[in-house]
T-cell receptor, first 119, second 107 residues
């Protein structure tokens, strides 16, 4: 059974770079597209980016080039870096597998990791 | 960006009720629409993809329909475990976008 687990620092200072990792188990990381989604406190969901091991990546333009997604096939994990963070980047960050075809959908999700941006 | 608008934003209902949540897209997305259930403090869970395909393991109480810009999620007979927030998501174009969520509460 495919499972995902996020890991991250919990607290990040403003202007610094947030780094998150999602560890994949129960299936080959080469089998899917992988994605990051976030949810500010009390708000809706925002898609951030997705990646395939072929190198195909897509980003949400709203994050204005601050985001980099990467995949490490040898260690079965994928990662997210978000630079120049502000308080607006506070929230729960989820990783998920991307379902295809018939559009993009997300299943399963990791449990999420809370990231707080504060000095 | 394709804007997704859910209605209502919140809904009170009773166990056994039939409930329908609507999601509208700002432009046609064919049937590239998914629905998720999110319980308090938990990650979202996929219920339906391709507008009407029930994800494996999801109760048949849930059904989805629609195409183009208008979609619905129906719960045929509410159970206590169904009280949660529901999100729609378009998978047609980048950036992938979600509705604002519908909070389903117990009456």
């Amino acid at each position: 059974q495919l499972q995902l687990q996020e890991s991250g620092p919990g607290l990040v200072k403003p202007s610094e770079t947030l780094s998150l990792t999602c560890t994949v188990s129960g299936a080959s990381i080469n089998s899917f597209y992988w994605t990051w989604i976030r949810q500010p406190p009390g708000k809706g969901l925002e898609w951030i980016a997705f990646i395939h091991t072929s190198g195909n990546t897509k980003y949400n333009p709203s994050l204005r080039g601050r985001v980099t997604i990467s995949v490490d096939t040898s260690n079965s994990h994928f990662s997210l870096k978000l630079s120049s963070v502000t308080a607006a980047d506070t929230g729960i960050y989820y990783c998920a597998a991307v379902g295809l075809p018939q559009g993009y959908w997300f299943d399963p999700w990791g449990q999420g990791t809370l990231i707080t941006v504060s000095s | 960006d394709i804007q997704m608008t859910q209605s209502p934003s919140s809904l009170s209902a009773s166990v056994g009720d039939r409930v329908t949540i609507t999601c509208r897209a700002s432009q046609s997305i064919a049937t590239f629409l998914s629905w998720y259930q999110q319980k308090q403090g938990k990650a979202p869970k996929l219920l339906i993809y391709s507008a009407s395909t029930l994800q494996s393991g999801v109760s048949s109480r849930f059904s989805g329909s629609g195409s183009g810009t208008h979609f619905t999620l129906t719960i045929s007979s509410l159970q206590p475990e169904d009280f949660a927030t529901y999100h729609c998501q378009q998978g047609y174009d980048i950036p992938l976008t979600f509705g604002q969520g519908t909070n389903l509460e117990i009456k």
